[in-house]
């Protein structure tokens, strides 16, 4: 360590400090101090719970929260997908790395990209559906966005699809940093590829598991806004309003941003909870923060 | 007839661990392919036929893209948004991280703590307070406003991966420094600094990347068309052209092209980059 001045290491901490306050800091607070007003311009009277009555009265909000809920059902696809095809990537199938460059392709790609080119392959006369009919399957050709049964599933494939990549390169980066002599050893031992997945290879990646599954839940409660927004604008109907989408329309479209103020403050306590085992992990893993 | 030395050549556990990952990469594949193909067909082409490879090629639907969206506006106003933010937070994490790496002051880890939770705090939560914020000091709709959001935003990650890459520089060669009569701030820029590339090179990456890819910030802090970033340019291009499917898939074609290409150039720090915040440094 570096013995300086009590001050000096303040004076590097300074402008972060600054521009985490601005970004963070002053936003966090106000969001809060602002959902318990009646927000007109910059600020308004002090008006108790209102806002928070208000959403949980408003069906529109009901249907959000429970779509996000629904949404979360992705999470379990996400951890089996990237399971299996990082276990597989990791022994060295011929050809591994290229389906690895493959797989994390969707990742890179930009969520507006991804959303408008599913939203075309899967209209009532599109690909998918054209496909599907050619293939003999009529019954399965859905109106896969304009339905309001399908709109929320179809948008949750496209968010599997495109975040799986995320699971796979985070599971293959652990599995390579393991050690392999545990892998030799029960292969020595006579265990099964099954065995040793379930007995040597998934608790040594537990803790990157449970950590994926903490981002991934955080992810489709609160970071879908661009998916939703991009293929269905929460439509048809409400059929996939969700909580990002119920902030963004309060706030920027009927002027209410008290009401958007206090579903992000919902939004905010979630993620505060959700952190807790983040940082068991963490220290669970042995690191500091 | 038979052929022997098949019998001893095929695994099927191998050639089953090849037909799933061929499946998962064909349906990563697939709709890059819709998009490639669609966007080289005309209209009737289109609609008599979605799947097959277009004959002739049209290359007129990316003339026509050209014209209805501002890809070059846009693509501008992506780069100066994300080379912006990006300089930004990297220029005060690096200050911030070397005192959490090396120098000891109270609260350090308790701050360090902190700023590890933000990263995972979603910027919805932030945004309306941001957007009334920068409306009363009038920076709405402007590159420098927008800048210094996305900068705070993606800060937190830029400490977190430089203050561990730091970490990792060996104290010895700071000490001979410090005893040559180096200062701190010689230290960080002479010593640290050039050690730094790979790290440095990660957070471009992954930086520019979150900031390229957001659509919610910028669709509420740059109303303004002119202002419009990538995102936002083909999010309303992709609505205009709906009933136009070859041009809007030209158009997400012409838009991902960037990305692409230091994909294929930098693929190793974007997969270092994205799982660095995940694995302990």
Redesign the interface.
């Known amino acids: ?4 001045p ?1 001050h ?3 004076l ?2 300074a ?6 306050l ?3 800091g ?3 607070v ?2 809060v101090n ?1 959902s318990f007003r009646r ?1 007109r311009g ?1 600020t308004g009277p002090f008006i108790g719970l209102d806002n928070y009555l208000q959403i949980i009265k408003d069906k529109v909000f009901h249907d959000a929260v429970s779509h996000n809920a629904l949404l979360l059902l992705a999470v379990p696809v996400l951890i089996g ?1 990237s399971i ?2 990082s276990v ?2 990791y ?1 060295r ?1 011929p050809g ?1 790395q290229v ?23 899967f209209q009532l006369n ?2 998918v559906n ?2 599907l009919r050619g293939a003999g399957l009529h019954t399965l050709a859905l109106d896969w966005i304009g339905s309001s049964r399908m709109a929320l599933w179809t948008v949750m494939g496209v968010i599997v ?1 495109r975040e799986a ?2 699971g796979i ?2 599971f293959l ?2 599995l390579l ?1 393991l050690n392999e002599e545990l892998q030799d050893a029960a292969r020595i031992d006579g265990a099964g ?1 099954w065995q040793r997945l379930v007995y040597v290879t998934l608790p040594q990646m537990r803790e ?1 598991i449970e ?2 599954v903490v ?1 991934s839940v ?1 992810t489709m409660l ?2 879908v ?2 998916y939703v ?2 293929i269905s604008r929460g439509g048809p109907g409400n059929a996939t309003q969700i909580m ?1 989408l119920y ?2 329309n309060f ?2 479209r009927n002027a209410l ?1 008290g009401i ?2 206090a579903v ?2 919902i ?2 306590v979630v ?1 505060l909870i ?2 807790v085992p ?2 068991r992990l ?1 220290s669970a ?5 | 007839m038979r052929f022997p030395a098949l019998r001893y050549s095929v695994d099927p ?2 050639l089953f ?2 037909g ?2 061929m499946v ?2 064909l ?3 697939l ?2 392919y ?2 490639l193909v ?1 966007a080289f067909k005309s209209q009737t082409g289109y609609s008599l036929n ?2 097959d490879f277009p004959t002739p090629l049209i290359i007129g639907n990316f003339t026509t893209a050209l014209r209805g969206g501002r890809f070059f506006l846009w693509f501008a106003n992506s780069v100066i948004l994300s080379t912006g933010s990006v300089i ?2 990297i ?3 690096t ?2 991280a ?2 959490f790496a ?4 109270t609260g ?2 308790f ?3 902190l ?4 990263m ?3 910027p ?10 920068l ?2 000091i009038r920076l709405i709709g402007t590159y420098s406003g927008v800048i ?2 996305y ?3 993606v ?2 990650f830029s ?1 977190y991966l430089l203050t561990n890459f730091f970490r990792t520089i060996p ?1 010895e060669i ?1 000490e001979s420094a ?1 005893i040559d009569g180096a200062s ?1 701030l010689d ?1 960080l820029l002479r010593i640290m600094l050039p050690l730094s590339g790979p790290a440095l090179v990660t957070l471009i990456v992954v930086n520019s ?1 979150w900031v ?5 910030i910028a ?2 802090l740059l109303p303004q068309d002119n202002l419009r970033s ?2 936002v340019g ?2 309303v291009f ?1 609505s205009r052209y ?1 009933n136009d ?1 070859p041009v ?2 030209a158009g ?1 074609f012409l ?2 092209i960037p ?2 290409v230091l ?1 294929l150039f930098g ?1 190793k720090y ?2 270092r980059g ?2 660095a915040g ?4």
């Not at chain 1, 360590?1 to 300086?4: D, F, G, S």
């Open positions: 360590m570096l013995r300086t009590h000096i290491p303040f590097y901490l402008p972060a400090l600054t521009l985490l601005f970004a963070f002053y936003p966090l106000a969001v602002f927000i910059a997908i299996v095809l597989f990537l022994e199938v591994w389906y690895r460059s493959i797989l994390f392709m969707p990742y890179v790609l930009a969520v507006p990209v991804v959303g408008i080119v599913f939203s075309n392959m599109g690909v054209e496909l699809w990549g995320f390169v985070l980066a652990r940093s590829w990157t950590f994926y981002v955080i609160a970071w806004f661009s927004y991009v990002e902030i963004y706030a920027f941003p958007a103020s992000a403050v939004l905010f993620t959700l952190i983040l940082f963490r893993n042995g690191g500091s923060a | 556990a191998a661990k090849h799933v990952l998962a990469a349906s990563v594949l709709p890059a819709f998009m669609t979605k799947f930004v937070s220029a005060v994490s200050l911030a070397f005192a090396k120098m000891q002051f350090r880890n701050m360090l703590a700023n590890t939770a933000l995972v705090i979603p919805v939560v932030m945004l309306i307070p941001l957007f009334l914020f409306a009363s210094l959001v900068a705070g935003l800060t937190p400490i104290h700071v410090l701190a230290v990347l390229w890819n957001d659509l919610l669709l509420v990538l995102m083909i999010t992709g709906n499917v809007a898939m997400m838009a991902s990305m692409m994909y693929q974007f997969i994205l799982v995940a694995v302990k440094g």
